[in-house]
């Protein structure tokens, strides 16, 4: 694409993006002052991180009035502190199920919730993650919550075979599904959701936080003693483990590491050969025991290729924005993903490679807002990362026009302007408000939700216990033609 093409994206995307400044309020979803305030139940299996759902609640309190509380898993932990800095509401629960003992236990945990859910009666109730999604939506269903939400974090279930069965067994239950890139909707409408179930929302990063023109570059050659003309290509992200050989693992990224860290290491000679003073810097920490002794065998391989002097672990960094500031080049390599770092880097306006996974194609979108690559091929990355090193020119100007896309569409306010639409839409639709929880709805569905539990356990344990895949199958299609999922929604 031509420098004057990609300067015309950014200017058109940042025209939008004033447009929509200037229509101020009118922008904005408020809900009609003849009802009282909106109240909004987000739920997350965890008890960290999923900063995300409290910018979202906090926000949709803060702009629209909403009345927010979140269901996390435990009592204790970084995510309930923040909840409780925020002054949000949180009710405590057990979102277990996987092993044989939790399964026991599911039916309970569905109940359980429902009755919080009842005794609570909010308008909406959204979940987030696998665990939560699948035991949130159950229960919200069973006690009538009106608007039913499961927005999706990550496409890496519906990839895997346990996993996508499970979420299509139950998805009939939500209201809507908000898939939070096009590839995760695309997936969805592959099972046959229809288009008016679906959503798209993306989870945007607080804009606040970001600005290219605030932050100041990372005096990161200095701190290595590196020339000032360096060439820096930086990958912001842990070090997660290479993935078991499981059902409720994606296949093509079973016995692989999902951030593709070893795939920029296999480009470094590539990109050492056209620019041999370039330095690759690997920012991030071991995600959990398992992580680090990923991260210490990428050292090793790193010393047996002797690329110590080029491919440097940084480790922890809490000046990330900062170095993206200053890098020439930021990767994102992963073989499955939402929208990883691409978001946090464009907002630097560092130049980006992408690979061709997930929602990373909706953020750098190929030769307009950044390069794209092919999963797990090194050649790939390495022809991209040179092409923008090679024109600065033609890398600013990339970076620039992503700068604008992301603040057109992938922000905090951006997020929660499209939440509050979409809760708007959904709980005024076929006027669902005011035929919330009825209690001879209830009864009736927990007589459905028998032989519903009974499938997704007997399945589940079946599966444990590894009984032939052909048994689990015509159970699976006696149970299908039993239960007509379309009718009990």
């Not at 701190?223 to 296949?251: Q, R």
């Not at 991260?295 to 391989?301: E, V």
């Not at 672990?313 to 770092?341: H, P």
């Not at 880097?345 to 992408?354: D, G, I």
């Amino acid at each position: 694409m031509a420098v004057e093409e990609i300067a015309d994206v950014a200017s058109t995307v940042t025209s939008d993006s004033k447009r929509r400044k200037r229509l101020g309020s009118r922008s904005r979803v408020s809900v009609p002052q003849s009802t009282r305030p909106m109240s909004v139940c987000q739920v997350a299996a965890t008890n960290e991180g999923a900063t995300w759902m409290v910018e979202q609640l906090r926000d949709l309190r803060n702009r629209y009035g909403c009345v927010p509380t979140a269901v996390v898993e435990g009592e204790t932990g970084s995510l309930i502190d923040k909840c409780r800095r925020e002054n949000i509401p949180i009710h405590a629960h057990d979102f277990s199920f996987t092993a044989l003992p939790d399964l026991r236990r599911l039916p309970g945990s569905v109940i359980r919730l429902a009755k919080y859910f009842r005794r609570q009666r909010f308008d909406v109730v959204q979940t987030h993650l696998f665990h939560s999604m699948v035991i949130g939506r159950t229960a919200a269903w069973l006690a009538d919550v009106p608007v039913r939400l499961s927005m999706v974090a990550s496409p890496f279930h519906l990839e895997a075979s346990t996993p996508r069965w499970i979420d299509r067994a139950t998805c009939w239950m939500d209201t809507c599904i908000i898939g939070s890139c096009q590839y995760t909707v695309d997936l969805y409408k592959g099972l046959g959701i229809e288009d008016e179930r679906l959503a798209l929302v993306y989870y945007g990063a607080d804009e606040r936080k970001f600005s290219a023109d605030e932050t100041e570059p990372a005096r990161i050659r200095e701190e290595f003693g590196w020339p000032e003309d360096t060439p820096l290509v930086v990958m912001v992200a842990y070090f997660y483990p290479p993935l078991p050989v499981s059902g409720w693992i994606p296949p093509h990224v079973q016995g692989r590491a999902i951030k593709g860290h070893e795939y920029v290491i296999q480009a470094a000679p590539a990109i050492l050969e056209k620019f041999p003073n370039a330095k690759i810097l690997l920012v991030g920490s071991g995600w959990g025991e398992a992580g680090t002794e990923y991260m210490q065998q990428m050292q090793a391989l790193v010393k047996e290729m002797n690329l110590e002097e080029s491919v440097i672990f940084t480790g922890f960094r809490n000046d990330v924005n900062a170095i993206l500031r200053a890098a020439d080049v930021a990767i994102q390599a992963s073989l499955c993903e939402n929208l990883g770092g691409t978001i946090e880097s464009l907002l630097m306006r560092c130049p980006t490679v992408a690979t061709r996974a997930g929602g990373l194609v909706d953020t750098v979108i190929h030769e307009k807002t950044g390069l794209q690559a092919e999963p797990g091929d090194p050649v790939s990355l390495a022809q991209a990362v040179i092409r923008l090193l090679s024109d600065r020119e033609y890398a600013r100007q990339l970076a620039a026009a992503g700068e604008a896309w992301v603040l057109e569409r992938f922000t905090l306010r951006r997020t929660v302007e499209d939440l509050a639409t979409l809760y708007e839409r959904q709980l005024f639709k076929k006027n669902r408000r005011k035929k919330g929880y009825r209690l001879y709805v209830t009864l009736w569905r927990l007589l459905l939700l028998a032989p519903v539990a009974i499938y997704l356990t007997g399945r589940l344990a079946i599966q444990e216990y590894r009984v032939h895949e052909r048994f689990t199958r015509n159970i699976g299609q006696f149970f299908g033609k039993l239960l007509p999922w379309r009718w009990l929604g």
